[in-house]
């Protein structure tokens, strides 16, 4: 019974690993670099490239603003949709509320409009549809960002980010759910992985790269997946979470008349009304509802700068201000302050967290690292990659045992296997330098530059996949060092020649080069250029080890041959 | 102390924990020591000795984040920490191969 059900896991872990694999990878690769979107950022949009600085003054860089800030044509295009007839022109749209955010790692202040909309929603579960508007603000001078320089596309936080939880499929918010089933996956693998590996933990410290491949290769997956074991199963679940209420709507539809008795009892038990008056009123100064909440906080004895402000019903009587503050000390998000519009008294303190809101709270806070400790933040990058090397290691497992067979038997199945592993572990490597290297190179006035940047990450991976394909081979009487893909070697070369000339292009470019930036002590872009470099020279190891390998096997096969013996099979 | 002494403090009890661990472990023993005969209470030991110094890794989390960063920041050390002792153990073997050579290690 219990050889059994072992069998059974290990089916399950093999089978769907296969299948969801390629797409645990993609989440578990670009949410590793999304613990450091925004400096990614920074490196993806130079003229971005300076200090952090704390927020500035509402009254004289948000509001100003707010006037000019126009609708998004992609917004108004999406809220289209969603609404019953057509939507006013989008310059006699009125702002209804604005929100302008920074953090620590951040030196923008984003800022966000949303436009009220006097169309009723398709969708009778939908409520206070709005289209938005986006501005940016450098915190330093006050000043708004250029739109040029707004809408330049920022890597980290506008491609890496989105791509690991949604994978760009927008539609019917399809790459939501194939990522949260990506997910469910993963959970049930790390459990049946435990369960089928009868010696996982006593053999918890053994890695033989000596061995076999087989051995050294399932050796590596166990140890990856038995060390990062408690991060892999709590950013997999806190992961969901976030999504829950995608993946279960249970409160926004089924029990919608519930969710809209308890919105308007909690606007009549805190004071912060859910839609405008519609009397007009003026607004008082939100830099002094900014400096009584830092009084506050500061009287707690808490970390005090501003994180987040938003200025809801614009223009109305009625109109608050909801003051967060940099959640820098805590991992769950802190609770915010509520002051009354006109006349700049508080309103009303969110209370402690209740039990549920404070574990939900740690598990969102977890997942977004809104926090400062850059160990813990390094310590988490690691954790992805680990998962990455299990997942990846669990592919070549799974080709290194079948490859041999399947090649006798004229199955293609190994060979198509490792054609998407390849893709999905270097070919992505590939489309990521090219990605970045494309970013550096292409000049800013190209019309669709953030197309074309697109259009190069997504290209050079079907490029990887392609080649990949057309290079995997393994016919009867080969090695498993022969039959190894040369794809996987010829990847990793260009790998390590993107990483370098990605970094090298960004020293060109803007002058950044590293040992300035290392000087400077600004580790937004060091770090960056010292990872691709770190990228480029293990990759390189990485080409010249599986050369000399497969040098070294075909050289024990002619010798085989000149012998008169058949050649091994692995 | 700052809170990076403290992390440091943290990961080096860690990583003699997690040693503590592998030297429980009969093939890691012999690794290490050879012929060298491990009884029973030095397995027990070097579990219970493991135990602690990772319950002292906690203690230094603790001690340098608020009590819900900590209990992020230990497991991922800890995790460090047995990749550390992992390469570790890797490379004595190696070593002990000579150049070249196959290893038993931990078979």
Not at chain 1, 74 to 100: Q, R, Y
Not at chain 1, 467 to 487: D, I, K, M, V
Not at chain 1, 521 to 541: F, N
Request: contains cysteine; glycine residues 10%.
């Amino acid at each position: 019974m219990r050889e059994t059900f072992r069998l059974s896991m290990a089916y399950l872990h093999t089978w769907l690993g296969l299948v969801v694999g390629f797409v645990l990878m993609t989440i578990f690769f670009f949410g590793s670099l999304s613990v450091f979107d925004r400096e990614i950022d920074r490196w993806s949009v130079p003229e971005t490239r300076v200090q952090a600085a704390p927020f500035p003054s509402f009254d004289k860089s948000v509001l100003p603003y707010i006037a000019s800030v126009k609708p998004d044509p992609e917004s108004v295009e999406h809220t289209a949709g969603e609404v019953i007839g057509a939507l006013p022109p989008p310059d006699k749209l009125k702002p209804g509320d604005v929100t302008a955010y920074t953090n620590h790692r951040d030196p923008i202040l984003r800022m966000y409009v949303a436009y009220d909309v006097p169309n009723k929603p398709r969708d009778p579960n939908l409520d206070h549809v709005h289209v938005y508007g986006y501005a940016s603000v450098d915190p330093v001078t006050g000043k708004r960002l250029p739109d040029e320089v707004q809408e330049r596309l920022a890597i980290g936080t506008g491609f890496f980010f989105p791509l690991h939880f949604m994978l760009h499929l927008e539609w019917m918010e399809l790459g939501y759910w194939i990522v949260g089933f990506a997910g469910m996956v993963m959970l049930a693998a790390l459990v049946s992985g435990v369960v089928m590996h009868r010696k996982i933990f006593r053999e918890l410290f053994t890695f033989r790269p000596g061995r076999a491949r087989l051995r050294s290769t399932l050796d590596l997956h166990n140890m990856t997946g038995v060390m990062a074991l408690p991060f892999l199963f709590v950013i997999t679940v806190s992961g969901l979470l976030i999504f829950a209420y995608l993946y279960l709507p249970s409160p926004t539809s089924l029990m919608r008349p519930l969710a809209t008795a308890q919105q308007d009892a909690e606007a009549a038990s805190t004071g912060l009304p859910v839609d405008p008056s519609g009397r007009p009123g003026q607004l008082a100064s939100v830099d002094a509802m900014m400096a009584a909440a830092k009084a506050r906080w500061a009287a707690q004895g808490v970390p005090g700068e501003i994180g987040t402000v938003s200025l809801i019903h614009i223009g109305d009587a009625d109109a608050y201000v909801s003051i967060s503050r940099d959640n820098v000390d805590r991992v769950a998000n802190p609770e915010t302050l509520h002051f009354k519009g006109t006349t700049g008294a508080l309103l009303y303190e969110d209370p402690p967290a209740s039990g549920i809101e404070s574990v939900y709270g740690f598990f969102y806070g977890l997942h977004f690292q809104f926090f400062r400790h850059w160990t813990l933040r390094w310590l988490l990058f690691a954790g992805g990659l680990a998962g990455c090397a299990c997942i990846a290691t669990g592919f070549l497992f799974f080709v290194a045992k079948r490859k041999a067979k399947h090649a006798a038997a004229g199955v293609p199945g190994a060979r198509i296997a490792e054609a998407f592993a390849v893709a999905s572990v270097t070919g992505m490597l590939v489309a990521t330098g090219a990605m970045l290297l494309g970013n550096r190179l292409l000049p800013t006035d190209l019309p669709g530059h953030t197309g074309w940047q697109e259009a190069i990450f997504w290209l050079s991976w079907v490029a990887a996949l392609l080649h990949a394909g057309l290079r995997s081979r393994f016919g009867p009487g080969a090695t498993a060092a022969e039959g190894l893909s040369p794809a996987w070697r010829e990847q990793a070369w260009l790998v390590s020649g993107l990483a370098a000339a990605a970094a090298i292009a960004n020293w060109i470019t803007t002058g950044d080069h590293i040992v300035k930036t290392v000087g400077d002590g600004y580790w937004p872009v060091a770090g960056l250029d010292l990872v691709l470099l770190a990228t480029s020279a293990a990759s390189g190891y990485a080409a010249i080890r599986l050369g000399a390998r497969l040098r070294s096997a075909r050289a024990v096969r002619v010798a085989e041959r000149a012998a008169g013996q058949e050649p091994a099979h692995v | 102390m700052s809170d990076g002494v403290l992390t440091s403090f943290a990961f080096l009890a860690a990583l003699a924990g997690m040693a503590a661990f592998a030297l429980a472990n009969p093939d890691h023993w012999r690794q290490l020591f050879g012929a060298k005969p491990q009884g029973q209470s030095v397995r027990a030991a070097c579990r219970l000795g493991g135990a602690a110094l990772l319950g002292i890794s906690f203690l230094f989390c603790a001690l340098a984040d608020p009590v819900l960063m900590a209990i992020l920041v230990w497991p991922m050390l800890i995790g460090l920490a047995g990749a550390g002792v992992a390469a570790f153990l890797t490379l004595h073997a190696r070593g002990r191969a000579g150049p070249g050579g196959r290893t038993n290690a931990g078979r």
